[in-house]
């Protein structure tokens, strides 16, 4: 008997507090409900509760306060969450933005998860799942809190993948969870319209794919994740010595097997304007404009190995062309391929009750309408399903009951003024009378939502259970595109070479051909460069691979030169500044993680944002563009000072000027728990 028992007792003295018996839960006599709207901007808020338009939460308002919410420095999501679950800002929980760059490469990466692929015996048996490491440092005042016995429900708050343990507490995962490709939202486009050339991956990260028609019949194939099996094989042939001629030959071999995919066939009724989708043994009749219900979906490696995803289609047109749209293929719930909720049984509980709901927090077809794949109302209908989705989950925990302490969380705000801000704006290049006259109102609608949703959890709550409503940032103009490494190369801080160089030999030179975007630069001569939003990097001595500054007062005075330049750059069309602040890492971060920051963070003004390849570090067409993406609203790289949150208390504030590292002493003082020293924020009640 001691040998059965042995491994779930390692397994969970692996994963920590989540797997052994719950603490008692204290006697808490209070409740509090913390409800998050991405992106929800001050000034909107404003003007709406002033014109009668969000009745809800003007009356939240009427009861304690309304006030803008200073966001993180970036104007990212990614820290300003971060900084909202934690109460510190990035120098202690080491997020700064949505990228970080691995100084021993200039490489750009993702930086809020690392992920670990899982391992297999024989090139068969799973031995070691897969899993994925949260990068984000730091204490959530959840499990502060829980610490002490608070019960809590966490509902797809961002920063909270993968998910951690909550004691005597329940978290379902939002941002960044992924797709099941591994991306954050990588949608799938079938057409009659799609050239040869214009295969694969469209420019916001869908896969497209050109549908020949044998009759009223075409056949394709849905992509699918990566074979791990396979990937596994990859990663011990390239890790091996240099190649011959036949380890290329079987890694060519095993890279074109490398995805899973799934074959599925379209019948078209072109009278009807309709069609008929098979894919393994479902079958589904759409008509032109129609959405379907969630389509089960399994790619299965071998016998051992399945990974289980849904998705759901939409049939933009089935007249003259016929053009399919399939939404990113979402984890489904009650099989993710990794945990996706503390306890890990929560998500398919969730799912029994409410039946499907998106899994992936960037589920909105945003990607689509900016390739103009499908239409400004495919877009909306899609993006009310899943405020709806979250929304539902959000009612359903608060009716639970069990609970001292919800947080919940609904993204679609954000994601309905990232496209449809150009209605509000006359300027921006993509404004359209015509489609203004239809969809200008779209971001109010959404608005109006969201405060349907705040009265349907005040109808709910006990009235002296507070109610905090907070977003992460607001929202501007985006109507020029700048590239800051394109502005340092014109001001002699960066230097290109003449000619791409080709990826070196292994054991070449550090900091050389280890990425392709950045390998037309040379180190040897470049003094600062660029990279996420707005953040600039100098290439310090001792720290990066090729580093040319001397760090000190060498290093001071070249920040000294940026700054002043910065500020003083203007559009050369308009004579408009460009740059509203430029913020150094000494003055605002502190910690044991504040020297990962970039030395500067750049503030744009209104109507300026740094253009989406800059911000990967791939260059530009020039230092200064006009934003013709329907993406027209944005917040991440804008001056930090002009773009806060909102922060709607139904008790009174005792700031006029609180911060989003406020909530989470805010929340531990409510119940009656000493704030640790490090915290940087300050209770507001």
């Known amino acids: 008997m001691k040998h059965v028992l042995a491994v779930p007792l390692v397994f969970c003295l692996s994963i920590g507090a989540g797997c052994g018996p719950r603490r008692p839960s204290a006697q808490v006599d209070r409740k509090l409900v913390v409800l998050g709207f991405d992106g929800l901007d001050p000034d909107l808020v404003a003007r709406w509760i002033d014109a009668g338009t969000l009745p809800n939460m003007r009356a939240v308002a009427a009861r304690g306060a309304l006030r803008p919410l200073e966001t993180a420095a970036s104007g990212s999501p990614a820290s300003a969450w971060a900084s909202f679950a934690t109460g510190v800002n990035p120098g202690r929980h080491d997020i700064y933005g949505l990228f970080a760059r691995d100084p021993a490469t200039y490489a750009p990466a993702f930086a809020l998860v690392r992920r670990e692929p899982g391992r297999f015996f024989l090139q068969t048996i ?53 797709d099941l490709l591994g991306g954050q939202g990588r949608f799938q486009y079938f057409g009659t319209d799609v050239q040869p050339g214009d295969e694969g991956r469209s420019d916001r990260g869908g896969i497209r794919t050109r549908l020949v028609f044998d009759g009223d019949s075409a056949r394709a194939d849905l992509m699918g994740p990566g074979d791990p099996i396979v990937q596994q094989a ?13 380890d290329r030959i079987a890694i060519a071999v095993l890279e074109a097997r490398e995805t899973l995919r799934l074959p599925f066939a379209i019948h078209w009724n072109r009278k009807d304007r309709a069609a008929t989708v098979v894919i393994g043994d479902d079958s589904v009749l759409l008509r032109q404009g129609e959405w379907s ?57 969730l799912f029994e009750r409410l039946g499907y709901y998106r899994t992936l927090a960037r589920s909105e077809a945003a990607g689509a309408l900016n390739d103009g794949l499908i239409d400004e109302q495919a877009f909306m209908d899609d993006l009310f399903r899943a405020f709806d989705d979250r929304a539902e989950m959000i009612l359903q925990r608060i009716d639970n009951g069990q609970w001292d302490l919800l947080v919940g969380v609904v993204d679609s705000t954000d994601r309905v ?9 006359r300027s921006h290049p993509r404004y359209d009378k015509a489609l ?37 940032h607001g929202f501007h103009s985006f109507r020029q595109a700048l590239d800051l490494d394109a502005w340092l190369e014109d001001q002699g801080f960066l230097a290109r070479r003449p000619v791409p160089a080709p990826l070196p030999a292994r054991g070449g030179p550090p900091g050389e051909g280890l990425d392709p975007a950045r ?21 310090l001595e001792g720290r990066e691979p090729r580093g040319i500054v001397a760090p000190g007062a060498e290093a001071r005075a070249l920040e000294d030169d940026l700054a002043s330049r910065l500020l003083a750059l203007t559009d050369p069309k308009t004579g408009q500044r460009v740059v509203d602040g430029v913020y150094r890492a000494a003055d605002m971060y502190s910690g044991p993680f504040a020297g990962h920051a970039p030395e500067l963070q750049v503030g744009t003004a209104d109507g300026y944002r740094v253009s989406r390849p800059a911000m990967r570090g791939e260059p530009s067409e020039g230092i200064i563009e006009a934003n013709e993406e329907k993406w027209s609203g944005d917040h991440a790289g804008f001056d930090y000072r002009h773009t806060p949150g909102v922060l709607l208390s139904s008790r009174p504030l005792a700031s006029d000027v609180p911060r989003i590292v406020d909530i989470a002493p805010t929340i531990l003082r409510y119940f009656g728990i000493a704030a640790a020293a490090e915290l940087d924020g300050r209770p507001l009640f």
């Open 519 to 539: 390998d037309t630069i040379d180190w040897t001569r470049t003094r600062a460069y660029a990279m996420g939003a707005g953040q600039i990097y100098l290439n």
């Open 417 to 425: 003024q990232h496209m449809m801000w150009r209605f509000l704006d």
């Open 293 to 349: 219900r969630w389509i089960d979906l399994d790619f299965r490696a071998n016998f051992l190995v399945t990974r289980h995803g849904m998705a759901q289609m939409y049939l933009a047109r089935a007249d003259s062309e016929l053009n399919l749209y399939v939404t990113p293929i979402n984890w489904k719930p009650d099989r993710p391929p990794m945990p996706m909720s503390s306890p890990a049984s929560l998500s398919a509980d």
């Open 436 to 472: 203004a006259a239809k969809f200008g109102d779209a971001i109010e609608r959404v608005y109006r939502r969201a405060d349907d949703l705040v009265g349907e959890i005040l109808a709910r709550l006990d009235p002296d259970t507070p109610l905090l409503i907070v977003s992460d």
């Open 234 to 246: 990859l990663r011990e042939r390239r890790a091996a010595p240099a190649a011959a001629d036949a």
């Open 126 to 178: 799973p031995t070691t799942p897969a899993s994925a490491v949260s990068l984000r440092r730091g204490t959530s005042f959840w499990v502060r809190a829980g610490e002490t016995g608070v019960r809590s429900s966490i509902l797809a708050v961002p920063g909270t993948y993968p998910p951690e343990p909550v004691p005597n507490g329940e978290l379902l995962s939002g941002f960044p969870i992924p």
